[in-house]
Structures are given as C-alpha cells and as structure tokens.
C-alpha cells in the first residue's frame, strides 16, 4: 500500500496527525493507495518554502529557469507509459486517452520553455521629448493550483510550468480522489533539479483548498471543476485581491448539418461522448441535428455505433490498447448521480433510446460502471439538457435551422465548446461567429486546443480574463511594470 507524501520545500514529508483517505481504481474498488488529508498547517509550510524560494528563482535568468522544463520534459516523455498507466489505475479512463493526455502535459511543457520569448516586455522609444517608454514583465510571487479529478496529469500542466518559468513559485493541491499521478510526476520534478520551494505538493481535501483560496502569501489562482465552485473561487479570490482563473462546467452542443459526412461524423461522436466516460470538459454532450432526415439517420446510426462501444476494466490486457474503450465513472457517488439524472429524464419525458444503466462488466461486477446512454425527444430546458451530466449520457435535439441549432446553444448557462459538422463555408463561418462557446470546431468533435492556444470557455464555463495554457497565460503569471525614463546630459 503506497502512503503519498506532501513535497515541500525540495523534501517528501508525510503531515503527521492528520485523517487519510482510501484512493480507489474505480474499475475494481481496490484501494490502490492512501493519501494524507492535510491541514492548513502543512499549505503554511508550502507557502513559507514557496515564499522563501521566490526573490532567488525570480532573479534567475530567464534562460536558466527553463533548464529543470527542458529536463522534466525528458523525464516526461522516458516515463510516459508508468504515468500513463497511474493514470488509468486511479481514474478509470482507458490507456489511450491517458497516453493522450500525458501528451498534452508534456505539450505544455514543452510551450514553457519558450518563456524567455513569452515573458519579453515592449519599448517604445521617443514616447516624448527626450523620454522613453517600456514594459517590464515581472514575475509576482506565489501562485496555487486547484485542479479537477479528470485529467490529474494534464490540467496542472495548463499553468504550473508557465507559472515557474515566469519567475514564480508555486503550490498544487491535487484532487484526493487521483493524486497518483501528480506524485509520480512530483517524482520527475524533484529529479529535474528545480530549486527547493519552487514547486511544492499538498496533499488534502476542501479544507486544503479553502486555506489556499484565505492564505495572504498567495498571490494567484488558478482552478478547474465546476461552474458552483469555479463561482465561489471566482469571488472569494476577487474580495481579497487575488488573480484567478476560474474554469468551469461545460454542456457542449455538437451540430450535425445536412450535408455532413454522417459516417464519420458517427465516429466522431461515439470518441467524442464516451472516450474517458463522459467525463471531460471538452466531450460533447448534446447532439443537434439540423433537420428530420439528419435526426432519424444520426439517431439510428450512433445508437448502433453506441451499441459497440466496449465497457470494460481499461487495463484489461485483452482490451487495453483498443482504440476505444471505455471504462468506469470515477466514483459510487458519480455513479449514483448520473444513474439519478437518467431517471430525471424519463420523468421528463425523454425518449431513452439506450440505458446503460445496470451493465455487467465480466470479472469487474463491482467497479463503478455506466453503458453508453442515449435520449432522443430532448427539448431546451430539461434537466437532462441544461445540466453536466458529466458521464455517458447524450442527448439528442432537433433543430429546422442553423440560426435555432445557434439559438439552441446561446440560450444555454454554459459556453465551453462547441463543433458544427458541414462542409458548406458560410455555415461553417457563421457558427464560429455566432456560437457563444470559447473553443469552436469545425468538423472535430473535441475543440480542445493545443497547448500553443488558449484554453478556456464563455459564460458560466469560465469566471477571470486569461484562459489557461498558451502564449496569454503569462499575462496571468507576470505583472506589468511600466517605466517612464529620460536622462540629461552630462554638464
């Protein structure tokens, strides 16, 4: 049984008297390790060692900071398939969605490292008579990272090396329910050779977080989860002058138009929905097919394809390195509010085409398990549509016209992403003009960027100015100082 430890201030230091907590493979419900739900106490010692840490990494050229990214980046990429495979052990997504989020962390890293050029100012010589102009970017201080349980390797990596290679030192909490895999990567960050109190590792629950979001010595926030908490976060750093970024819930319309190549868009919808169970920020969720042919022929053929998707125990040696399978939600609990908003539907009066309710996964019976799930009937305004279901669950609408399939996604709370399936360019231009979401697609049924990009939603999907990951976020991560400046002559 593997106990986690916290990492602070360059030493791996398990928190004495505090309460731990069972992480579970939600395939089988073993218990695969503990971790310790520490105190405010223990995020004092890591803002402390963080806070000691900063004068020094902030003078550091900026050349030298991106050396340890360089190396982690190598470590990253000799220990993919280890960090691959804590990923699926301890949430349940299948091995190839882990590979290809261990591909993005390091995609990211890999952007960081470009941060002599990010992190440049701007000059303006001549500003007036005899006096220039400049923009000095300057790292702040210490930054926290809160990030959700579905992608426990990927999401920090949308701001931690930016933060560092600006200058900064930093403090995450991972989730409690898939901290594995941000220990195996704490690992290869120790290896690296950051200086101690750069990067540091607490270990805890809501507490640990609140105690982030109250501490005096953290200068920023950056947070993924849901829109409630994203909210919360939101205001609660704004009261006390903290930046933040605020990432949240998501209900991504995907619009099948009447000249799309149904085939494959079938395909893109079945990966789209059900790769890593439903539970990512960028997996579609509503299907919107524009008009009664494009209904009944997607309707019938992606129940047929949904039929096929296969459910198993993604380590499975049997099935682990099929291209898409499907494995487990990540808890009892997650499971019994997805199963809970399948009857709400019914209630409602939705057509359940396909329940997964109730499937039988051979040799894992108790591991957290929900098939593939489809309703067809579904009108703006049910539960089942206005809520993140954040499971296997699609919904099926019908629009007459792109401009009410456009309707359809601006009237709702979230804005995250969204994707047309044409070939026609004047429909494809005016849905990525019109449709209120942050990431749009064309023909792609998960718009989420490459780390080069941003990465964040509209409305309720996200709560600050700065997205995540990309060139932007290190406006986030640094302050800019403008300095006025003249000099007279000699005599």
Request: aromatic share 8%; proline share 7%; net charge neutral.
């Amino acid at each position: 049984m593997q106990k986690l430890k916290n990492y602070i201030g360059g030493q791996w230091i398990e928190p004495t008297g505090c309460q731990w907590l069972d992480v579970e493979n939600p395939s089988t419900c073993e218990i695969v390790a503990q971790v310790p739900l520490s105190s405010a106490r223990e995020l004092d010692q890591a803002v402390e060692a963080a806070r000691q840490a900063f004068p020094g990494w902030a003078a550091t050229p900026a050349d030298r900071r991106v050396e340890p990214l360089f190396k982690l980046a190598h470590l990253m990429r000799e220990n993919m398939e280890k960090l691959s495979r804590t990923i699926t052990t301890e949430m349940g997504k299948s091995l190839p969605d882990a590979r290809a989020e261990m591909k993005r962390a390091l995609e990211n890293v890999e952007a960081a490292c470009g941060m002599p050029i990010l992190q440049q100012g701007d000059k303006l010589v001549a500003a007036s008579g005899g006096i220039d102009g400049e923009v000095l970017r300057l790292p702040i201080g210490v930054f926290g990272m809160i990030p959700p349980f579905n992608f426990p390797a990927m999401v920090p990596f949308w701001f931690l090396p930016y933060a560092v290679a600006a200058g900064n030192t930093y403090v995450i909490k991972p989730s409690e329910q898939v901290p594995c895999s941000l220990q195996a990567i704490g690992e290869l960050v120790e290896r690296a050779g950051f200086p101690p109190g750069v990067i540091n590792i607490v270990n805890g629950d809501r507490n640990v977080a609140e105690a982030m979001l109250a501490h005096p010595d953290i200068a920023g926030i950056s947070f993924v989860g849901s829109s409630r908490v994203a909210r919360i976060v939101a205001e609660t750093c704004a009261r006390s002058g903290k930046r933040y970024q605020a990432l949240g819930g998501a209900k991504n319309h995907l619009v099948v138009m009447p000249d799309a190549k149904i085939d494959e868009v079938v395909r893109n919808l079945v990966t789209s929905g059900f790769g890593c169970a439903g539970q990512r920020c960028m997996a579609s969720s509503a299907i919107v097919c524009v008009g009664d042919r494009v209904h009944d022929e997607i309707t019938a053929k992606f129940v047929a394809a949904s039929r096929e998707v296969i459910v198993a125990n993604p380590l499975d040696p049997e099935v682990a390195d099929e291209g898409m399978v499907m494995g487990p939600v990540i808890s009892k609990a997650a499971k019994e509010r997805i199963e809970g908003l399948i009857a709400t539907g019914i209630k409602e009066g939705a057509n359940l085409v396909l329940d997964g309710r109730g499937i039988r996964v051979p040799g894992n019976n108790r591991g957290y398990f929900i098939g593939p799930t489809v309703f067809t009937g579904v009108r703006p305004g049910m539960e089942i549509h206005a809520t993140e279901i954040f499971g296997p669950v699609q919904v099926i609408l019908k629009a007459d016209t792109l401009d009410q399939a456009i309707a359809i996604i601006n009237a709702h709370e979230y804005g995250n992403g969204a994707s047309i399936y044409t070939q026609n360019g004047y429909w494809a231009r005016k849905f990525k003009l019109e449709a209120e979401a942050g990431m749009i697609g064309i023909n792609v049924g998960i718009p989420a960027p490459v780390a080069y990009l941003p990465f964040g939603g509209m409305k309720a999907s996200m709560f600050g100015d700065i997205k995540g990951q990309g060139k932007s976020v290190a406006d986030f991560f640094t302050h800019p100082k403008v300095v006025t400046e003249r000099y007279w002559p000699e005599g």
